[in-house]
């Protein structure tokens, strides 16, 4: 009965592991565009934004795909290498940081895709 256990708690352990590792938001922001994974620009309304983005303090807080970020101070922690780019052309998604975390969330869901 115990091996029985551990044999199917086990992997519901690994996938409960993996599904949190891989929305996580812990971004680093990178000083080149090529060595990032998605280019972001910040615009100066929230009406305009794909997504609205709440920095918080504590790498724990950034826990899912909803706009809560961490920003590493190395490249290796970060699940998403971002360069802030110059022009909004240029750019993948477009943001904008609120001062709330339940402002926090995406507006156009269809570039979710770029932070899994």
């Known amino acids: 009965m115990k091996i029985f256990l551990k044999i199917t708690l086990l992997p519901a352990f690994f996938i409960t592991a993996f599904s949190l590792q891989a929305f996580s938001q812990k ?4 000083n080149s565009r090529y060595d990032a994974d998605v280019k972001v ?4 309304s929230r009406y305009d934004a ?6 918080v303090d504590s790498r724990y807080d950034a826990d899912k795909n909803e706009g809560r970020w961490f920003f590493t101070d190395s490249r290796y922690d970060a699940d998403k290498k971002i360069y802030f780019s110059d022009s909004r052309y240029d750019a993948d998604v477009l943001i904008f940081f609120v ?3 339940y402002d926090a969330g995406w507006r156009n869901k269809e570039k979710i895709h770029l932070f899994y």
Request: glycine share 0%.
């Open 99 to 101: 001062d709330s975390r």
């Open 41 to 44: 620009f910040v615009v100066d």
């Open 27 to 30: 971004v680093y922001s990178c």
């Open 50 to 55: 794909d997504l609205l983005v709440y920095k």
